[in-house]
Structures are given as C-alpha cells and as structure tokens.
C-alpha cells in the first residue's frame, strides 16, 4: 500500500521568510496529493491540492510542486506570518482509495 | 466542513467503560472515517466505511468498533480492551469516486480517560 514520509517534523521560520515542506510517496499511481492546516485543537482544513497531471499550483502566498519522477511534493509558503503557525500534513491517494497521511511538520513563525 | 458534526467536544471516561463518540453528516458523502490523534502526532487511521452497512479496519482498529446503519452517522466505540484511549479523535468524510478526493473533518472528540 501507499506510504507517505513528511520532512521535517518541526520547522522555525523567522516572519516575513520562505518555508518549504517536503513529502515523498511510495505509490507510483497515486494521483492526488493535498495539504491539510490544522491549528492547535482544531480540525485539519485543506489549504491546497495537486492532481498528477499538474507540476505546480499557486494559491496567493502557498504553492505546492509535485515531482511525479521522483515521487515527492513539497509545500511553500512565502512572506510567512503569524498565523502561518500550525500543524501541516500532506496526503497522497490513488483514485478512490482511501487518503494516506504523513507525519506532520510543526510550523512555528517567529516574529 | 461545516456540515460534519461530532458529539461531544470533551468526554470523560471511568476505567473499564465504553463509551460511544457521534459522528454526523449532511453532505450526502459515501465514505467516512475515524482518525486517533495522539499529542504532537500524526492521523492514525481506526476504521473507514465507503457504504452503508459495510465498514474496514484501519491501521490501529484494536478496541475499537465502529457501525454504519445510515449513510448519515458512523459512530465510532471505545471498548474497555483500548488501553489507552486518552487522545483527539476525528471524523472525516468524502465522496466516494470524487475528483479530487477531498476529504472533510469533523471538529474532533477529546477524550480522556480518568
């Protein structure tokens, strides 16, 4: 089955600088990849998503690029502020198939 | 999101008992799910259902269970055998077959146990 590793696990940005996220999957015909915001005690929220037919999508100050050769896609964010700050997970899946999680990265932006 | 609702926010449990945690949605999904968030960690996936009346074990599905009677509820019971229960429970749900496959959570559960 599917397998997703997300890296790092905590992540420290100074205000106003870029962070990247970084997730790789095991299976070659996964075909939707989204990223999820969850802050602290709330629910996980979908922040933006990628289908394998696309290399890279923008969203304001959030992006996503997607490697299908290599099996990895990455989340940025720039300018970043505040309330930037929380938990991301980013997830893979194949068609219907269930969604498969990573790990997490704690985002902490430092004023 | 806003049309999946979870019942309670906080849950409180004496030792040995099972207690049953509500999930509910209104947006006609076919597949829902139960997720065990643990402090500083990741989703871990209890058990699913992609249609009424049929459900599978997730990747921790030991002492819990889980029905699916409607379309509308999956309700998710933490047996006395868990361990340790003690842990943010969240419910999601999609639309089965959808492109792309967006799934939606539910405002969570906490459960401790006393």
């Known amino acids: ?111 | 999101d806003g049309g999946i609702t979870q019942s309670p926010k906080y849950l409180f449990r004496k030792e040995g008992q099972n207690v049953t945690l509500s999930c509910e949605q209104n947006l006609n999904h076919d597949a829902m799910y139960w997720y065990r968030q643990d402090p500083g960690q990741g989703l871990r996936l209890i058990y699913y259902s992609q249609i009424v009346n049929d459900f599978q074990k997730g990747d921790i599905a030991e002492g819990y269970s889980v029905s699916r009677e409607k379309k509308e509820s999956f309700p998710l019971t933490v047996t006395s055998a868990q361990k340790n229960p003690t842990a943010f429970y969240l419910c999601a749900s999609n639309l089965q077959g959808a492109v792309p496959n967006e799934q939606f959570f539910g405002p969570g559960t906490r459960l401790t146990v006393l």
């Open chain 1, 1 to 111: 089955g599917e397998n997703v590793e997300q890296h790092p696990s905590t992540l420290s940005v100074q205000e106003g600088d870029s962070a990247v996220i970084k997730c790789t999957y095991s299976d070659s015909a996964s075909n939707y990849f989204p990223w999820y915001k969850q802050e602290l005690g709330k629910r996980p929220q979908l922040i933006i998503d990628i289908r394998s037919n696309v290399g890279e999508k923008k969203d304001q100050r959030i992006a996503v690029t997607l490697n299908k050769t290599a099996k990895h896609f990455s989340l940025h964010i720039t300018e970043t502020q505040p309330e930037d700050s929380a938990v991301y997970f980013c997830a893979a899946s194949r068609g219907a198939q269930k969604l498969v999680f990573g790990q997490g990265t704690r985002l902490t932006i430092n004023p």
